[in-house]
Nanobody, 113 residues
Framework: VQLVESGGGLVQPGGSLRLACAASGFTASRYLMRWYRQAPGKERELVAH????????HYADSVKGRFTISRDNAKNTVYLQMNSLKPEDTAVYYC???????WGQGTQVTVSS
């Protein structure tokens, strides 16, 4: 089992980034997939999830209307489109499959002018 997050970087406030989470060793479409983030000195928090069968999505209030989670089953990949980024979105972002105890290395997102 492996999850590899990518797409992070430095972006100005108001900008956009698209994160990708490439899964291997299991079929991500069969799992509820989640994006989390952890800012320095803070606990890891759930940002969004997408269910397996119906693709229903859920977002933390802090990102609702700005972030969109999606999946490409053919690529075994989950995405997080982040728009209207704010400095408080700065964190390391991780993806995780519900029920699989594995964390990837994460990808750093820094929102700063």
């Amino acid at each position: 089992v492996q999850l590899v997050e990518s797409g992070g970087g430095l972006v100005q406030p108001g900008g956009s980034l698209r994160l990708a989470c490439a899964a291997s060793g299991f079929t991500a479409s069969r799992y509820l997939m989640r994006w989390y983030r952890q800012a320095p000195g803070k606990e890891r928090e759930l940002v969004a999830h997408i269910t397996s069968a119906e693709g229903r999505t859920h977002y933390a209030d802090s990102v609702k209307g700005r972030f969109t989670i999606s999946r490409d089953n053919a690529k075994n990949t989950v995405y997080l489109q982040m728009n209207s980024l704010k400095p408080e979105d700065t964190a390391v972002y991780y993806c995780k499959a519900w029920g699989i105890e594995y964390w990837g290395q994460g990808t750093q997102v820094t929102v700063s002018s």
